[in-house]
C-alpha cells in the first residue's frame, strides 16, 4: 500500500491561499480554524518564500507520542488520524507538533477549548466512511472515495503536492534537476525522517 505524504515546493508557492480556503469548504471548517495555513518566511526581504503547512502526516507522529489517552493513530497507508471521541482537549500535540497542525476549535481558559482539531490528509476519522457521524466530526472522506486532499488538487503552481511518497519525490527530483537547485522539500525531512535526493 502506498505510503501517503505531502510536500511543499516553497520555489512554486505564491501564497494565493486556495489550498486554505478548499480546505475550509469541503470540510466546512469552523471559524478560528484553519486545519491549512501559508506562511511567509522573510517577508518583503531577498529570499522571501511562502510554504502551505497543515499536518504532514509523520512517520513517527509526535502528536501521537505525547497524547495521555491515545487519541491518536497512523492508518495503513500512513495517515495520522484523531477520535474527537477519545480526546481530552489537554493541548500536549500542540506543543508537540513541529507543523503546528492541532489546534483548539475555542478560545477561552484550559479545559473550555474543546477537543483538538487536525488536518485529516481528507481521510476522515474512526467512524464508518462517508458516514454523516464522520462528516460533521471530521469533514469529507475524499480518500474512501479514491480521491486525493482538495487542498493539493487546488494548487493552481502545484507547489502543494499529495499523494503516494514515492511518486512525491520523484516529482521533486524531476523540479530540481531541471532547475538545477533544490529550494528544500518543506518539512519533508522532519516529518518522514528522510531526504529526497536529487
Not at 508537540?96 to 474543546?114: D, E, L, T
Amino acid at each position: 500500500m502506498a505510503r501517503m505524504k505531502f510536500l511543499c515546493d516553497a520555489d512554486r508557492c505564491i501564497e494565493c491561499n486556495a489550498c486554505v480556503t478548499a480546505c475550509k469548504n469541503e470540510h466546512e471548517v469552523p471559524w478560528g480554524i484553519n486545519r491549512r495555513r501559508v506562511v511567509t518566511i522573510n517577508d518583503g526581504k531577498p529570499g522571501e518564500r511562502s510554504i502551505s503547512m497543515a499536518c504532514m502526516h509523520c512517520t513517527d507522529a509526535p502528536c501521537a507520542a505525547v497524547c495521555p489517552v491515545n487519541c491518536f493513530y497512523t492508518t495503513a497507508d500512513g495517515v495520522v488520524l484523531h477520535s474527537k471521541d477519545l480526546c481530552i482537549g489537554c493541548g500536549y500535540c500542540f506543543y508537540a507538533c513541529p507543523f503546528g497542525a492541532p489546534q483548539y476549535p475555542k478560545v477561552g481558559n484550559f479545559g473550555s477549548r474543546g477537543k483538538m482539531d487536525k488536518c485529516t490528509y481528507c481521510a476522515g476519522g474512526p467512524e464508518a466512511d462517508g458516514s454523516k457521524e464522520e462528516y460533521e466530526k471530521y469533514g469529507a472522506n475524499r480518500l474512501a472515495e479514491g480521491k486525493l486532499p482538495l487542498c493539493a488538487e487546488m494548487c493552481s503552481t502545484k507547489s502543494l503536492l499529495a499523494g503516494d511518497g514515492e511518486i512525491i519525490a520523484q516529482i521533486y527530483k524531476e523540479r530540481v534537476t531541471k532547475r538545477g537547485y533544490g529550494s528544500g522539500a518543506w518539512g519533508w525531512k522532519t516529518a518522514y525522517r528522510e531526504t529526497i535526493g536529487s
